[in-house]
């Protein structure tokens, strides 16, 4: 099944179960297992969190979620208009520095590296930005 399926709403904590919903069926009606729809969900859910909370700051916005496959990936892309930022860019969190020591939060992009098979960002030409999220449905995927 090659179908694109599309989803925008405001970028609120609230509509986060919605676009879990939405992530997991369009996910699942690709055909592919169990492990890659909870990678992807898990994934999309990090990444848009991270728009609302840090990109949005509690200002009115939207997010389109876009699930559709590529050959053998199930691709996600994420549009908003936040300020710029590029994830691909953070550096990794420091695993090795005890819990308490830790800033809080800054698991999320890790999260989405470690269960995504690629993660890429570009800013639109029309302003704005898009997170690109693969994840191979038939192999197994190497660690980044």
Do not use: W
Not at 9 to 37: C, H, K, W, Y
Not at 98 to 122: K, S
């Amino acid at each position: 099944m090659n179908a694109q399926r599309s989803l925008c709403l405001a970028a609120e904590l609230e509509n986060l179960a919605t676009i879990r919903d939405f992530v997991r069926a369009s996910t699942a009606a690709l055909g592919v297992g169990p492990q890659v729809v909870y990678d992807v969900v898990l994934a999309v859910d990090e990444a848009v969190t991270n728009v609302i909370v840090h990109g949005y700051r509690g200002r009115p916005g939207t997010i389109q979620v876009e699930v559709t496959r590529e050959a053998t990936d199930v691709v996600v892309r994420l549009r908003d208009r936040a300020p710029p930022f590029d994830p691909t860019g953070a550096p990794p969190p420091d695993l090795a520095r005890p819990l308490e020591e830790r800033p809080p939060g800054g698991l999320g992009i890790y999260l989405m590296r470690q269960t995504m098979d690629e993660v890429a960002y570009r800013l639109l030409p029309q302003g704005g930005n898009e997170l690109i999220l693969k994840k191979k449905s038939s192999t197994t995927r190497s660690k980044q």
